[in-house]
């Protein structure tokens, strides 16, 4: 049954036993008062009472009459044992990730930052696995084979939908990181309002007119698409029309000589140009490179705004960049799937969407 269609009471007792088991509040420790998880959740007083009366019986909560309801100690005593979260969540990554260096490398870097810091704390292991892109790998197919299914996180599962279908097959709950799953449970970044912050932040602070996106293949990576969209928002919301030749794409392993390549040619082949938003951090500092080639002057005569905000501030001059707030797209997907394993609530689909912020500079 999916969470929305659970009894209010057993919507709140699941939310508050992923809590405990997440260690919100210290064994021994009181939970917020009855008003405080009333307004929180939204529900009747009796439906409150129903839940708390549930885990007092259940042995996660106890009651001290007139001071409150407290966090019971569920230490396992006299060879008895006590239902815990599975101690490992697998990972799965494109195997093209794991080089350190570049962007996809840093990328993945603070989606695991993020994630560890949710699983740490939990004593949960966090098992990355690389995964080939296209095809299930012999290994990856053996160890889905040999591993008891519970919860595991994908990140960005495009790169082998085999994969989630094996996953799928054999009983996981599958969790898309970092990209967006119609029919599945998802966390991701609004790619789409990253590209209109970026422009609109060109149009209306810096008073530019002809933009240019330096983008990457939209055919390749659904947030390239994602983005020019927003970019094409912007410009019609301020009766802008489109320059087809304003808009690139390009891809090279070196994602900042995409972006001088495409930079150049646009400077080369003399179309008007005042901003440019790259795609990627990358891209923008390509532009700048390019830019500062062809004597243009940044940001008096031509002003750059990247996104990701991973390289940005580094570049000479620092550039305004969007951030995306990859570490908290970790931290949520790992907060779901710690849920999905306590509460044992696993058929309801969810999609979290994050948005990104405009760091100026």
């Keep these: 049954m999916a969470s929305a269609q659970l009894p209010k009471y057993q919507q709140v007792k699941r939310s508050l036993i992923a809590e405990i088991e997440l260690g919100r509040w210290a064994t021994g420790g009181a939970i917020p008062s009855e008003s405080q998880l009333l307004q929180r959740f939204n529900v009747s007083r009796p439906t409150l009472v129903r839940s708390l009366q549930d885990l007092v019986r259940e042995g996660y909560l106890f009651r001290r009459q007139g001071k409150g309801t407290f966090v019971a100690d569920r230490t396992p005593r006299n060879g008895e044992t006590v239902a815990t979260a599975t101690r490992s969540i697998p990972v799965f990554a494109a195997r093209h990730t794991a080089q350190p260096a570049g962007t996809p490398g840093e990328v993945l870097l603070r989606l695991l ?6 699983l740490g704390p939990a004593h949960v292991d966090l098992s990355l696995r690389y995964a080939a892109d296209g095809a299930v790998d012999e290994e990856t197919e053996s160890f889905i084979e040999k591993t008891e299914p519970s919860v595991a996180l994908v990140i960005e599962p495009s790169f082998s939908p085999k994969l989630r279908l094996e996953l799928q097959r054999h009983g996981w709950v599958v969790w898309s990181v970092n990209e967006p799953w119609a029919d599945g449970n998802a966390v991701y970044i609004d790619q789409e309002r990253a590209g209109y912050l970026a422009a609109r932040y060109l149009i209306e602070k810096r008073g530019c007119r002809h933009l240019a ?28 029309e489109p320059n087809k030749k304003l808009i690139r794409e390009g891809w090279q392993v070196i994602d900042t000589e995409a972006g001088r390549a495409m930079m150049r040619d646009l400077l080369e082949g003399g179309v008007t140009v005042d901003g440019v938003v790259g795609a990627s951090d990358g891209k923008a500092l390509g532009a700048l490179a390019a830019a500062q080639e062809r004597g243009r002057t940044v940001p008096d005569d031509l002003v750059i705004v990247g996104i990701d905000d991973i390289l940005a501030a580094r570049a000479t001059p620092p550039l305004p960049s969007v951030a995306l707030p990859f570490e908290d797209v970790g931290r949520r997907a790992a907060e779901e799937a710690l849920r999905a394993v306590i509460a044992r609530d696993s058929t309801s689909p969810a999609e979290i969407q994050l948005k990104p912020t405009l760091v100026e500079r």
Excluded at 113 to 118: D, F, H
Aim: aromatic residues 12%.
């Design 213 to 240: 996106l330096l983008n990457g293949p939209v055919d390749q990576y659904w947030g390239f698409g994602a983005r020019l969209r927003g970019y094409l928002t912007a410009l019609q919301e301020a009766g802008i």
């Design 113 to 118: 930052r993020g994630a560890q810091a949710v």
